[in-house]
């Protein structure tokens, strides 16, 4: 089992910054990758940015150049700082570990809204 934990979102006037935390715990050893996903109202959950045991990261198209995500193993977290934000970055964001046993695990959630 792998237990997440979503901290930083908020509500940010458009070309403003946040930054989202996601501190792991639980079966750390298992973990092949973390990243952050969205979801916006009426619409599908979506990947927004993932890094891997080897550092290797993905991000969208539209968040390149924009969002920026890393990870501290020594705190087992994941962050996903956010910059430049647009109105449609607006969603709740997860947070997600992904396992070598092939498992989903996801955060609570936590709600980006952009909006001035």
């Known amino acids: 089992q792998v237990q997440l934990v979503e901290s930083g979102g908020g509500l940010v006037q458009p070309g403003g910054s946040l930054r989202l935390s996601c501190a792991a715990s639980g079966s750390i050893f298992s973990i092949n990758s973390l990243g952050w996903f969205r979801q916006a109202p009426g619409k599908q959950r979506e990947l927004v940015a993932a890094?891997?045991?080897?550092?290797?990261?993905d991000y969208r198209d539209s968040v390149k150049g924009r969002f920026t995500i890393s990870r501290d193993n020594a705190k087992n977290t994941v962050y996903l700082q956010m910059n430049s934000l647009k109105p449609e970055d607006t969603a709740v964001y997860y947070c997600?570990?992904?396992?070598?046993?092939?498992?989903?695990?996801w955060g609570q959630g936590t709600q980006v809204t952009v909006s001035s």
């Open positions: 997600n570990a992904y396992t070598a046993f092939g498992t989903d695990y």
């Open positions: 890094i891997t045991i080897h550092n290797n990261i």
